[in-house]
């Protein structure tokens, strides 16, 4: 390396502020590094241990310190409409806002479902986690922590119909992301017996690739049709 190439090198290290080339203190340098720390995994109450009504479910859901993301101070979204009513939708997380499928998206949500001859009054919509993580994301461990907990949730409504949103509820509860399980009916097993179910197109996809919705009124029609009286 010419003498001007080592100063130039040597000037850019000095400015980002290496001072010295070798530590003054010893260091063993072929020691195995330490392993990083992880994370506990997130572990699910045992389903015997969730209230066993919608109402205390309900309560639990609004208080317990056992669902993942749970922090003093964090804000949580409950289901909203009828618990009695014949379909279920399940959203993965509650929006920005702390709301269930808000902004644009719940606009076109409100279209989809006005589509069906229906509301959000008329069926019953909960998040598959009610807290929203810090990231805007579920790793893989909360999503199994946060399936069971759905599971138990879906069993306790029993609706005669249960949409699913999204590549996570998809995976949560049907071990699939929506490519590979939308279009087609499945038995989720609960508590109360299965429980007919159908993964499709989130909202909020919708509004980003609109050439999306077709395949999603396609999924609503199989709703409707399981619906009728």
Known sequence: MAA??????????????VDTI???EPHAWLEPKAKAAVDAP????????????IESFHAWLAGSDQLPFAAPGATRAAPTGDPAAPLMVLTDL??????????????????????????????????LSPIRPP??????????????IARHHVGL??????LLFGDTCGKALLGSAVAG??????ALQTAAGPVRTLVT?????????PGLKKFVWDDLQMVMEELKP
């Open 4 to 17: 001007t190439e080592a100063a130039s090198a040597l000037s850019w290290w000095e400015e980002a502020g």
């Open 181 to 186: 399980a939308r279009g087609r009916w499945h």
């Open 157 to 162: 409504v029993a609706p005669s119909a249960l």
């Open 94 to 127: 509650p929006s920005e806002d702390g709301g269930l499928i808000a902004g644009e998206a719940g606009l076109l949500f409100d279209k989809m479902l006005a589509a069906m001859q229906l509301s959000r009054d008329a069926i019953y919509l909960a998040p």
């Open 22 to 24: 070798v530590g003054e």
């Open 201 to 209: 197109i989130r909202p909020e996809k919708l509004v980003d690739q």
């Open 42 to 53: 997130v572990a699910a109450p045992p389903p015997d241990a969730l209230p066993a009504t």
């Open 135 to 148: 990231a805007g994301r579920i790793g893989p461990a909360e999503v199994a922590a946060l399936a069971e």
